[in-house]
């Protein structure tokens, strides 16, 4: 785009790329993003009106675009919730300078959507499962769900050519870390790229302790143990992923180690909740109003110099600072910001 800026915040990181949450609801409840005793049947979920509608979306992502803005993610809760998705998707497509449009899911409405979204500009999928045990899976996501269905939206989302695809494993300890080299072998030589995660402070409510993290170097440690593993060099600037080769040619695995080996330094990400607030940290405690100078019939210069403004004020990196004066700080739920 000839008139793009590159904007870049306080530290030198442009804005690179935007999560995009289309819901705050979720039909799982998953102890470290939406614990049901805190998520029960009478949370109270945004109403409609207060959710950004798709054109409203798809405004704001030619702005960010026009500011750097390469790649854009879906999430949300869970965004396969939100109706009618794939047009959303087509709208993202016809932006100019988007290179990459990715969707976070936990997979179970895959079957139904995987086909129409490849159809509409959808690039790639990345898929949420914790464990292939069925107990572990069922009591960590809190809704006693199996893996199959999973399993299943995996299968379609691969038929329909949604790849390079991905599996997020969020590992806790006491949880599931039993399960770190079933989940490796699973995966190998499949062509699908596991993602261990670290356990997160994401939020206020998932009661998150630092005895909970199973460290990065641990996970990469067992699992070279039974299948030897050689360091690969990012894909890009600012992937938050460390890369492992298997020596025998047998695909890789990743490591977000946001815990105990951060990367704020390198941190490209923007979050823009359900509701149209504009998060410049995963761990923010509030965000930027965005949907009321939109609906109060902003311009796009008006829109871009607004976020243009919080962008080059950013200086966030809480990774980085954990510690005892971060402890108790109010902080957005994951399920709020689309992780």
């Known amino acids: 785009m000839a008139d793009e800026a590159h904007v870049k915040d306080t530290l030198g990181r442009h804005l690179r790329d935007l999560r995009i949450s289309v819901t705050d609801r979720c039909n799982l409840r998953c102890g470290y993003c939406m614990p049901a005793d805190v998520f029960g049947p009478d949370h109270a979920f945004l109403p409609r009106k207060e959710i950004l509608d798709y054109e409203e979306i798809a405004r704001l992502a030619r702005v960010f675009a026009a500011l750097g803005t390469r790649k854009l993610r879906i999430t949300g809760g869970e ?51 914790d464990s292939l045990d069925d107990k572990v899976f069922g009591r960590m996501n809190g809704k006693g769900v199996g893996t199959a269905p999973v ?56 009661g998150w302790r630092l005895d909970d993290v199973v460290p990065a170097r641990e996970i990469v440690a067992r699992v070279h143990a039974r299948w030897p593993l050689e360091s690969a060099d990012p894909n890009y600037p600012g992937e938050v992923a460390g890369r492992w080769r298997y020596a025998d040619g047998q695909g890789e695995i990743g490591v977000i180690s946001s815990v105990t080996n951060t990367f704020c330094g390198d941190c490209t990400r923007a979050r823009l909740s359900a509701r ?57 739920e994951m399920s709020y910001l689309g992780g």
């Not at 998705?85 to 079957?111: F, K, Q, S, Y």
């Not at 129409?116 to 499962?129: I, M, P, Y």
């Not at 691969?158 to 599931?176: D, H, Q, S």
Request: charge should be positive; proline fraction near 4%.
């Open 79 to 129: 965004p396969l919730l939100r109706r009618d998705l794939p047009e959303l998707i087509g709208l993202l497509r016809a932006v100019p300078g988007i290179d990459d449009i990715a969707l976070t899911t936990n997979g179970l409405l895959l079957p139904t959507f995987a086909r129409a979204l490849k159809q509409a500009g959808l690039s790639r999928v990345t898929v949420s499962l």
């Open 276 to 332: 149209g607030e504009l998060f410049t940290c995963l761990f923010a405690g509030a965000g930027h109003d965005l949907k009321s100078p939109l609906r109060a019939g902003a311009s796009e210069a008006e829109l871009r110099a607004l976020i243009e403004g919080v962008w080059q004020r950013r200086a966030d990196r809480y990774s980085e600072l954990r510690n005892a004066n971060t402890a108790g700080l109010p902080k957005a």
């Open 151 to 206: 399993l299943k939206g995996i299968d379609a989302a691969l038929e329909a050519g949604l790849t390079p695809l991905k599996i997020n494993m969020v590992v806790k300890r006491g949880e599931n870390d039993t399960e770190i080299e079933a989940m490796a072998q699973r995966w190998r030589g499949t062509g699908i790229v596991l993602r261990y995660i670290e356990y997160m402070d994401v939020g206020t409510t998932n």
